[in-house]
């Protein structure tokens, strides 16, 4: 059995020193000043950082975050148009307001954007889904409704829209908005084509 | 000195006692103690159950790894301007009653995906944007993912979901069909909607 | 101050004040004046036997005579017997999981780069959904997590315990068929993920089912290292072997835990997922490559490590406060806020076990740095070493709310962990590997050049990786907290950082792959037959130095 015989002249092994030990010495001063300063820190950190409140709200929640949309005061007066865009329409409209050939129509100088501000409105809230011409050009695609959002963002994102990229039209009031909202209550699906929405209004 | 003189040496009996005090003590911090404060969760009102094509859907969202480049929990307002880039308020524990396993996700080379249905509900948005990322939105680094639709020449059968591509992408007498699992991660997607107040129908 | 913040001062401040205690208890001459610095704790046998004429028996003159002269007073015959039967019963075990490990190095550097790629090419190989990114990068991290980095440490592992208790590894076999088990599970699990079937949460992608084979593979491992510790024939346990023995206790609890199918939920199953994904770091890996670097250090300078008691603090904290530290991954997310602070807190007082760790080992290397230059093993670990502190203090640093606001998210964080998993861990593997494959194969490395060429591979390759992943992260972070820029400039700006980061890559696989060449030239003992140690460097170092025990 070569376990009983080891090959003790295998020279790789000849050639190691022993096997390491440990000498005996007392933490150096700047360990224990390091140990000492660290638990204070951190005795400090816990004393001064808001961990309270229940658990399942998450990590140092904005309790009015978390409540309905109407405990926010003055929430109407920081609805920016631009920054809705940003949000739900860039995807599809381009940050250029110049859509995706043949499948999302462009906004810029759009005569369904800079036209009849009703028109707008209910594309707005209801979606569109299937051919609509733009600018001479056909589009088929699919546009959700928004309804869910509120009249105010609604006119605000309506607004931006009208006016940037060299849009010039009049901004869309929050009652407009509300008003197309009452009158076409009723409506659950998207409008079919542009053909549609024009013999609408 | 000799290691046997000193009784107090590091032996077995104390590497495997401390060892397990110590695990011990981090597991009941961090797995114990959230399990028994969070195991009574009530999910809002609000917040549906996934439907069988939506779990289908998430299970491609699993497969193919969306959770390595988007998350699903935008952060605080007074933490990171999540809310403001759209993604939704700060999500709570009670949105991922439904998320087993969790998507809670750790990178952002894309954005958010917890309010992705609400911020983003047009399903043919999402198709073409699966099928080519880099069409709807330029210089994006999303992969394409051509192995979730059929390309062929041809009339779609009935029933089959065409996808309507901008004309670079597709030559016209081919047409590209939606695999059903494109069409459940889409059903998924769709369902990312966290936008109801946390809050509503809980006791303050 | 509320309820639970005082619960959770009370908490911290007991705990940390019952740990000093429990170290305090093991140490020894803790508070002496320094004149005791000389004193060594030695086992039984390890001093002057050699000098004993009668300890000498007939059949080790060949020994007393090739040994070396000015380290005759270092080592005795029966210390050396006694190496050469723990190595005898390890060979096998650890030349199998080594290689393994090598081969798993290769196909995760691989998977590395092509997901590496992808995120500056993404029209790049996207036909077969195999190789889609959100596959491939999966792939890459458990190839390197449980197919390199475990299997590389545990054949670190089985080779150093027989050696450092003096004692034969109990039940090698089965050691054997856990490694192999091991590695049939890493295939299965990678061949899971590669057809869909993920189990969803980072770190723990193997399905649940083919993790059944990791946890028999590791139990088979685990044992028969244990049965050794409590067969062992030395009194006093070196370091190392409080690691290793921790390590092999604690990664299989928490392995269970994390993949027990239908146990976690929602929120809940996010926070162990964290407690595990940290834990695998702070309780699995970081333990083996400390040990190794414990061992290693002091065993190829022929130094006694720096003091015990900073072995011991270093221990016993690095076990307590990182095995909290969890929660940082989900600072701003839907978990509770006392979870994150008690996170925070612990990861910054990281800082405790990691000076204490540098500390020991620097002053173990004080005055040694040239053997750095010739030493293929000392300059991976010591190099690794470093970057354990640099990765440490870094990961302090990034658990601060206010870093953490910016980093999180972006792929400054990727480049972090691969500070951690690479520069400390690979590195220390790498230099452990040059060590311990000699003595595996009785034969020397054919190559030295290719031991330099491999090195400076991988540190140039790592340098550019780190360095520019961390730039890009960080302006990404940035982008993303300004509410003012597009989301997508976010995505543009990091493009550069990404191609360099590939680039970064390539080095390192190129690396990889002259390390396993070299690896299996030895292995088929191919290549010519060089005598004596693989030394680097110029050959303008001392003759001692050749015949030293560098590698």
């Known amino acids: 059995m070569s376990r009983s015989e080891p090959e003790t002249s295998s020279p790789q092994r000849q050639r190691e020193y022993a096997d390491p030990d440990e000498g005996v010495r007392p933490l150096p001063w700047f360990m224990m000043m390091l140990l000492g300063a660290m638990t204070m820190w951190g005795a400090f950190y816990i004393f001064s950082t808001p961990s309270g409140g229940e658990s399942s709200y998450g990590d140092q929640r904005t309790m009015a975050a978390l409540r309905p949309p109407e405990h926010l005061a003055g929430a109407a007066a920081e609805?920016?148009?631009?920054?809705?865009?940003?949000?739900?329409?860039?995807?599809?409209?381009?940050?250029?307001?110049?859509?995706?050939?043949?499948?999302?129509?462009?906004?810029?100088?759009?005569?369904?954007?800079?036209?009849?501000?009703?028109?707008?409105?209910?594309?707005?809230?209801?979606?569109?889904?299937?051919?609509?011409?733009?600018?001479?050009?056909?589009?088929?695609?699919?546009?959700?409704?928004?309804?869910?959002?509120?009249?105010?963002?609604?006119?605000?994102?309506?607004s931006y829209i009208r006016s940037a990229w060299g849009n010039q039209a009049a901004p869309i009031k929050p009652a407009t908005v509300k008003a197309q909202r009452e009158t076409t209550q009723s409506r659950t699906e998207p409008y079919k084509s542009g053909q549609e929405l024009k013999s609408a209004f | 000195m000799n290691a046997k003189a000193n009784v107090w040496d590091m032996d077995e009996l104390r590497l495997i006692t401390g060892a397990m005090v110590i695990l011990g003590g981090a597991t009941g911090i961090l797995v114990v103690m959230p399990y028994l404060l969070l195991q009574n969760v009530t999910p809002p009102a609000a917040l549906k159950p996934y439907t069988n094509e939506q779990l289908v859907g998430r299970q491609s969202y699993i497969a193919n790894g969306c959770v390595y480049c988007h998350s699903q929990q935008p952060r605080d307002t007074k933490q990171a301007?999540?809310?403001?880039?759209?993604?939704?308020?700060?999500?709570?524990?009670?949105?991922?009653?439904?998320?087993?396993p969790h998507l809670l996700g750790t990178m952002r080379t894309g954005p958010d995906l917890m309010n992705i249905g609400a911020r983003q509900p047009s399903k043919d948005w999402h198709l073409g944007h699966l099928y080519q990322p880099r069409a709807y939105t330029p210089g994006s680094i999303m992969p394409s993912y051509p192995y979730l639709f059929e390309v062929r020449k041809g009339q779609p059968k009935p029933g089959e979901t065409v996808v309507n591509l901008p004309p670079a992408l597709a030559k016209p007498d081919e047409v590209v069909v939606a695999k059903p699992e494109a069409l459940a991660l889409v059903s998924y997607l769709l369902s990312l909607d966290r936008t109801y107040p946390a809050l509503a129908g809980e006791k303050r | 101050m509320d309820f639970t913040v005082s619960l959770l001062l009370g908490t911290f401040l007991l705990s940390v004040a019952a740990l000093f205690a429990f170290v305090w208890s093991m140490s020894t001459g803790l508070f002496?004046?320094?004149?005791?610095?000389?004193?060594?704790?030695?086992?039984?046998?390890?001093?002057?036997?050699?000098?004993?004429?009668?300890?000498?028996?007939?059949?080790?003159?060949?020994?007393?005579?090739?040994?070396?002269?000015?380290?005759?007073?270092?080592?005795?015959?029966?210390?050396?017997?006694?190496?050469?039967?723990?190595?005898?019963?390890?060979?096998?075990?650890?030349?199998?999981?080594?290689?393994?490990?090598?081969?798993?190095?290769?196909?995760?550097?691989?998977?590395?780069?092509?997901?590496?790629?992808?995120?500056?090419?993404?029209?790049?190989?996207?036909?077969?959904?195999?190789?889609?990114?959100?596959?491939?990068?999966?792939?890459?991290?458990?190839?390197?997590?449980?197919?390199?980095?475990?299997?590389?440490?545990?054949?670190?592992?089985?080779?150093?315990?027989?050696?450092?208790?003096?004692t034969e590894l109990v039940g090698a076999r089965y050691a054997l068929v856990g490694g192999a088990l091991w590695s049939i599970g890493?295939?299965?699990?990678?061949?899971?993920?590669?057809?869909?079937?993920?189990?969803?949460?980072?770190?723990?992608?193997?399905?649940?089912?083919?993790?059944?084979?990791?946890?028999?593979?590791?139990?088979?491992?685990?044992?028969?290292?244990?049965?050794?510790?409590?067969?062992?024939?030395?009194?006093?346990?070196?370091?190392?072997?409080?690691?290793?023995?921790?390590?092999?206790l604690w990664f299989p609890?928490?392995?269970?835990?994390?993949?027990?199918?239908?146990?976690?939920?929602?929120?809940?199953?996010?926070?162990?997922?964290?407690?595990?994904?940290?834990?695998?770091?702070?309780?699995?890996?970081?333990?083996?490559?400390?040990?190794?670097?414990?061992?290693?250090?002091?065993?190829?300078?022929?130094?006694?490590?720096?003091?015990?008691?900073?072995?011991?603090?270093?221990?016993?904290?690095?076990?307590?406060?990182?095995?909290?530290?969890?929660?940082?991954?989900?600072?701003?997310?839907?978990?509770?806020?006392?979870?994150?602070?008690?996170?925070?807190?612990?990861?910054?007082?990281?800082?405790?076990?990691?000076?204490?760790?540098?500390?020991?080992?620097?002053?173990?290397?004080?005055?040694?740095?040239?053997?750095?230059?010739?030493?293929?093993?000392?300059?991976?670990?010591?190099?690794?070493?470093?970057m354990y502190t640099a990765t440490s203090v870094q990961g302090s640093l990034e658990s601060l709310r206010t870093v953490n606001t910016v980093t999180h998210f972006t792929h400054y964080t990727v480049a972090h962990a691969h500070l951690g998993l690479y520069g400390f861990f690979s590195m220390v593997m790498f230099g452990s590997i040059y060590f311990i494959m000699p003595r595996v194969m009785n034969s020397e490395w054919p190559y030295p050049k290719l031991i330099a060429l491999h090195f400076w591979l991988v540190l140039i390759g790592f340098a550019i990786y780190f360095i520019w992943l961390s730039i890009g992260g960080w302006l990404q972070g940035l982008a993303m907290l300004d509410e003012k820029t597009p989301f997508i400039r976010s995505v543009?700006?990091?493009?550069?950082?990404?191609?360099?980061?590939?680039?970064?890559?390539?080095?390192?696989?190129?690396?990889?792959?002259?390390?396993?060449?070299?690896?299996?030239?030895?292995?088929?003992?191919?290549?010519?037959k060089r005598l004596g140690a693989a030394l680097l460097g110029p050959s303008l170092f001392s003759p001692r130095l050749a015949k030293g025990a560098v590698a």
């Open chain 1, 79 to 158: 609805v920016d148009g631009k920054q809705i865009y940003g949000s739900k329409c860039v995807a599809c409209h381009q940050p250029t307001g110049q859509g995706v050939a043949a499948v999302f129509p462009p906004l810029a100088t759009s005569e369904w954007v800079l036209g009849d501000e009703k028109v707008l409105i209910n594309i707005v809230l209801h979606g569109i889904n299937g051919h609509i011409e733009v600018k001479g050009k056909q589009y088929k695609g699919a546009m959700p409704a928004w309804k869910d959002m509120s009249d105010v963002e609604l006119a605000a994102v309506m």
């Open chain 3, 186 to 248: 890493v295939l299965v699990g990678t061949v899971a993920i590669a057809t869909g079937h993920s189990d969803g949460l980072e770190w723990l992608e193997f399905p649940w089912q083919i993790d059944i084979l990791l946890v028999v593979g590791g139990g088979l491992v685990g044992f028969p290292l244990w049965l050794t510790l409590l067969q062992r024939k030395v009194e006093h346990l070196y370091v190392s072997v409080w690691y290793i023995g921790a390590g092999l």
């Open chain 3, 492 to 528: 543009a700006l990091t493009l550069p950082y990404l191609q360099a980061r590939s680039i970064g890559g390539g080095l390192m696989t190129l690396g990889h792959l002259i390390f396993a060449a070299h690896f299996f030239a030895m292995g088929w003992k191919f290549g010519p």
């Open chain 3, 253 to 386: 609890i928490l392995f269970l835990i994390a993949n027990w199918p239908g146990l976690h939920f929602g929120v809940q199953q996010a926070a162990m997922n964290w407690w595990y994904g940290h834990n695998v770091l702070a309780l699995w890996f970081t333990p083996i490559g400390l040990a190794a670097a414990y061992y290693f250090i002091p065993k190829v300078l022929g130094k006694p490590i720096y003091s015990y008691n900073l072995s011991l603090l270093g221990f016993w904290s690095l076990a307590f406060f990182y095995s909290q530290v969890g929660g940082h991954h989900l600072i701003g997310g839907p978990v509770p806020s006392w979870l994150i602070t008690i996170s925070i807190v612990q990861s910054v007082m990281m800082v405790i076990p990691v000076f204490a760790v540098a500390v020991n080992q620097h002053l173990t290397v004080l005055g040694n740095f040239r053997v750095l230059i010739h030493s293929p093993t000392l300059r991976f670990i010591v190099l690794g070493a470093m």
């Open chain 2, 81 to 100: 301007p999540d809310a403001k880039r759209g993604w939704g308020r700060p999500t709570v524990a009670g949105d991922y009653a439904y998320d087993t």
């Open chain 3, 32 to 166: 002496g004046d320094g004149t005791a610095a000389a004193t060594q704790i030695f086992a039984p046998n390890e001093l002057g036997t050699v000098e004993d004429p009668a300890a000498t028996a007939a059949q080790k003159g060949k020994l007393q005579q090739t040994m070396d002269a000015d380290r005759r007073d270092r080592m005795s015959v029966a210390d050396a017997e006694a190496r050469s039967r723990a190595d005898g019963s390890t060979s096998l075990v650890v030349g199998v999981c080594l290689t393994l490990a090598v081969v798993w190095l290769v196909l995760a550097s691989l998977a590395g780069l092509i997901s590496s790629i992808k995120l500056h090419a993404p029209d790049w190989w996207v036909q077969y959904d195999w190789l889609t990114f959100g596959r491939i990068r999966p792939i890459h991290l458990n190839l390197v997590a449980y197919g390199w980095c475990s299997l590389a440490g545990i054949g670190v592992a089985i080779w150093l315990i027989p050696r450092l208790l003096k």
